[in-house]
T-cell receptor, first 113, second 113 residues
């Protein structure tokens, strides 16, 4: 069945460092791909999404490209800030028959000044 | 900006007791969801609800669970007889259509003693 594998955390970086959080997926068909972020004490918020192969989602300096050939959707940011400290979840969108998002385990990012 | 709200933020109950978790989805959304996250594990889909009936459910969503939209605004998850392994963070979400972005609430942390 469909699944998402996300790199284990925690990831600890200094401010202005480059961030990569790896995400790979297994899916039938061509589902949408998402990155959600959870700031401390808050719910899951959509960070960015891509709906088809080679699409690049971007938001708040974060980017991820839907790579069908490597079944990946890695999250990157060129220069992280302390305010980016959060838990990041990669998710696979519903297939045509379903409604469920399939989430990765989440990666905790901690950025220090 | 409209948001999904959930109450309570934290619920503590004794094993075998019934609990009801409450959610108010975004007002013009048509699809409603429950997910849960056991500490340290993946966010898992439980159930989706559309047009006053369940549209999809996972293997986790057994006879102990039920969902209801008792009025025009609330969406509830009931666990009839809680078990220790039901301890988790429960997230409610809503979307306009089944393939759209799902908007999540802040979660209810359920602790079963």
């Amino acid at each position: 069945g469909n699944s998402v594998t996300q790199m284990e955390g925690p990831v600890t970086l200094s401010e202005e460092a480059f961030l990569t959080i790896n995400c790979t997926y297994t899916a039938t068909g061509y589902p949408s791909l998402f990155w959600y972020v959870q700031y401390p004490g808050e719910g899951l918020q959509l960070l960015l999404k891509a709906t088809k192969a080679d699409d690049k989602g971007s938001n708040k300096g974060f980017e991820a490209t839907y790579r069908k050939e490597t079944t990946s959707f890695h999250l990157e940011k060129g220069s992280v800030q302390v305010s980016d400290s959060a838990v990041y979840f990669c998710a696979l969108g519903p297939n045509q028959a379903g409604t469920a998002l399939i989430f990765g385990k989440g990666t905790t990012l901690s950025v220090s000044s | 900006e409209p948001e999904v709200t959930q109450t309570p933020s934290h619920q503590v109950t004794q094993m075998g007791q019934e609990v009801i978790l409450r959610c108010v989805p975004i007002s013009n959304h048509l699809y409603f969801y429950w997910y849960r996250q056991i500490l340290g594990q993946k966010v898992e889909f439980l159930v989706s609800f559309y047009n006053n009936e369940i549209s999809e459910k996972s293997e986790i969503f057994d006879d102990q669970f039920s969902v209801e939209r008792p009025d025009g605004s609330n969406f509830t998850l009931k666990i009839r007889s809680t078990k220790l392994e039901d301890s988790a963070m429960y997230f409610c979400a809503s979307s306009m259509t089944s393939g759209d972005e799902q908007f999540f609430g802040p979660g209810t942390r359920l602790t079963v003693l």
